[in-house]
T-cell receptor, first 115, second 106 residues
Framework: NAGVTQTPKFQVLKTGQSMTLQCAQD?????MYWYRQDPGMGLRLIYY???????DKGEVPNGYNVSRLNKREFSLRLESAAPSQTSVYFCASSKVYRTGTGELFFGEGSRLTVL | DAKTTQPPSMDCAEGRAANLPCNHS???????VYWYRQIHSQGPQYIIHGLKNNETNEMASLIITEDRKSSTLILPHATLRDTAVYYC???????FGTGTRLQVFP
């Protein structure tokens, strides 16, 4: 039982390059999320998908796009990477959104460095 | 929005109870409080959650004040492996603050 799987785990980009972070969950969860965590900081919500077919902005959506490809997969795209996007990115999923049964399950993180 | 406030750091002796407070004075009436912890740079791990009543599971206990403006996570017998950053969040916006860095010492 893999839970939440993120790829790649590490990536180095040059400023202006684009890339997509992939996330897949095998728990049949309805809701999925992308967070970023900068050194010494808490997690900040970038985008979320409360259910298949919907996506919404979180706290820090600028510079990112997302796609909920199907119920299992939720990808995060950086169209033109900037050094300020150097961070650790976490994908999470939950059975439902915003309720008492909505505990978040996190992936191991993707460490992105933009030079 | 339920913005939470936690002390930045706490220490606890191994074997003693660790009591981690969280202020969530703006929480709405139907909004749950969740606790997570993050060990090193791993993804956060769920610990416990509650709405109004106190809760207990195999990992911890959660005490929520009657007015729901604050809560306390209790690790009854802290071990070195409990050294981590602990976050309390509300389910409305799922916003993680900077949490409390708990250091358990021998």
């Amino acid at each position: 039982n893999a839970g939440v799987t993120q790829t790649p785990k590490f990536q180095v980009l040059k400023t202006g390059q684009s890339m997509t972070l992939q996330c897949a969950q095998d728990m049949n969860h309805n809701s999925m999320y992308w967070y970023r965590q900068d050194p010494g900081m808490g997690l900040r919500l970038i985008y979320y998908s409360a259910s298949e077919g919907t996506t919404d902005k979180g706290e820090v959506p600028n510079g990112y796009n997302v796609s909920r490809l199907n119920k299992r997969e939720f990808s995060l795209r950086l169209e033109s990477a900037a050094p300020s996007q150097t961070s650790v990115y976490f994908c999470a999923s939950s059975k439902v959104y915003r309720t008492g049964t909505g505990e978040l399950f996190f992936g191991e993180g993707s460490r992105l460095t933009v030079l | 929005d339920a913005k939470t406030t936690q002390p930045p750091s706490m220490d606890c002796a191994e074997g003693r109870a660790a009591n981690l407070p969280c202020n969530h004075s703006t929480i709405s009436g139907n909004e749950y409080v969740y606790w997570y912890r993050q060990i090193h740079s791993q993804g956060p791990q769920y610990i416990i959650h509650g709405l109004k009543n106190n809760e207990t599971n195999e990992m911890a206990s959660l005490i929520i004040t009657e007015d729901r403006k604050s809560s306390t996570l209790i690790l009854p017998h802290a071990t070195l492996r409990d050294t981590a950053v602990y976050y309390c969040i509300g389910t409305d916006k799922l916003i993680f603050g900077t949490g409390t860095r708990l250091q358990v010492f021998p």
